[in-house]
């Protein structure tokens, strides 16, 4: 089993994506890395689901606070394993045998895969990557040299896991009223206070903190990111207690912990008045990875369903000779598909204002913004959705743990929460709408991109289109109770539409399978479900869009 080499559709994407040289090295390694998520990482995985949960060892022998971190040897491997493909460290440097960097692109797909197995360690390694990015943009040239090497280490020194530690009790989604405090000594900052969900606690070497110095205002203005190192040179706990590990319903791969600070050593990064700002830019980052989690339980879900549906008897036929079950899988498979591809699709412009490349735009930073905010809203509930379609699939045996199933379900639920909730996402919508006109931008480049298409499908989408513009104008004139009311349904019409508009391009293409991927997309996407159709594109078609075998032989 290779979670890489039996999605056909994704490396052909790739193929697309990447330059011939970079895909051939990336195709040879996804291969390998399919493998082992496949195989040793997901039974590594499910072990440590069920029976080897991060624990807390919160005294020695000698009653002294150690707060430290246990986790199982098979984690410690998958730590190894992943880390080593250079998921983070290639992002920001060379490959050895490309002689170049690598990219966001290659690392979010090697993401995916990790995903489909073990989305709960995609965190430490999402938050890995947000501390790579805000050493390698802001730290002074000390500090990343002390600590950056580390943290992008595929082998060749100590590995440093990162960490983002931003929730405090009192703030959550408000960090304006986060306490924590920087004090200034004669041998630098000490931070004091509490983080109430920090995790990667205990497992990282470096965290990324927001803390207020001594007279700075109220408000996300007065923040400053540290950087702040788990232990001291001597080996000891730099300062840092952690209270309790959190006891959370999924992704429980991940020690999230209430973590107290007395007296860390800590570390400005950057503009001391620009802490929230360097950390929003990491959460952006961390919304791309969140979105990438869930097309990894997206495809796993969807997977599992696949494969129990083609050997379930039930009736005196497989359950995938079903109508039913086959406009379920079919349509799985589709939004899947077209979610995929408008993520990975999408990445080149993230890459462009991550980078923040010179010929980089104003508009295309308000785009970037805009399409984070859609997409991890949307993917994070089709997780969720995927999980479940899953379980239903499988009936009573869906609800065992003895299957995957009821883990991608309480795993899926937390990318719904972390990164920005729902309402949250749809209040970051209106803001890019109210204060940079993003509406105005989004149908433009939407209008541009279908532009010389014809006929049923495409007119479908400009109806969507249109509506999204009467939207707008109402929400000009509308009260703010209004406006936020409506805010998440905006968001909604606007990633039907995008992902409509890669579905119409991908149809566009030529190749007959990717036609009919799109006529069931747009079908299932703006037809009204309560009437009588004559036709049943998704059953007719599903030979076709469910089984890639002909397509896999390409490879």
Known sequence: MNFYEEEPQFRALLKELLDEEFFEYADRELLDFGEKCANEID???????????????????????????????????????????????YVHKEIPELGRRGNYLYSYAQGYLLSQTEPGFYCPVTLTMATAYLLDQY???????????????????????????????????????????????????????????????????????????????????????????????????????????KDKLGVKAVPSAEVEFE??????????????????????????????????????????????????????????????????????????????????????????????EPEVTEEEVILNRLYIALLKKETAEQAVHFAHEAIEMHGGNGYIEDFVTPRLLRDAQVLTVWEGTANILGLEVLRLIEKFGAGELFLQEMNERIAGMNGAYPEQVRDGIAQLEKLLVSLQTASLDHKTFHSKRVAELMAKIFESVNALEYGASKDKRAEKVMEVYIDEAWKSQYVFRSTMKSVDYFKEIVHLSEMAKSF
Not at 169 to 179: L, T, Y
Not at 214 to 228: D, H, I, N, Q
Not at 232 to 244: H, T, W
Not at 305 to 322: I, V
Request: glycine residues 10%.
């Open 43 to 89: 039974q590594r995985a499910r072990f440590t689901d069920r029976e080897g949960q991060p624990k807390l060892i919160k005294f020695d022998a000698y009653g002294d606070d150690i707060s430290e971190v246990w986790v199982n040897d098979g984690y410690r491997k998958t730590v190894e394993d992943s880390y080593k493909t250079g998921i983070v460290g």
């Open 263 to 356: 007296g860390a050593e800590a570390y400005v990064v950057g503009d001391p008045a620009k802490g929230f700002y360097y950390m929003m830019e990491a959460l952006n980052l961390s919304r791309v990875c969140n979105t990438v989690a869930s097309l990894g339980i997206m495809r796993r879900a969807y997977r599992e369903a696949r494969e129990y549906a083609t050997k379930r008897d039930a009736f005196g036929k497989k359950l995938s000779d079903f109508p039913m079950i086959k406009d379920s899988l079919a349509n799985m498979a589709v939004k899947l598909e077209i979610e995929t591809r408008t993520v990975f699709k999408y990445l080149p412009l993230f890459e462009k204002v991550m980078r923040n």
């Open 139 to 245: 730290a002074s040239a000390e500090i990343k040299a002390k600590y950056l090497p580390h943290v992008l280490s595929t082998g060749e020194t100590t590995l440093y896991e990162g960490a983002t530690f931003l929730t405090e009790r009192q703030g959550g989604s408000d960090v304006g009223a986060n306490v924590v405090q920087a004090l200034q000594t004669a041998d630098g900052y000490r931070i004091y206070g509490e983080k109430y969900f920090a995790s990667n606690a205990g497992m990282c070497g470096v965290a990324m903190v927001l803390a207020r110095k001594e007279g700075a205002s109220s408000g996300t203005k007065g923040l400053t990111l540290f950087a702040v190192p788990w232990k001291r040179e001597d080996g000891k706990l730099n300062g840092i207690k952690i209270r309790r590990l």
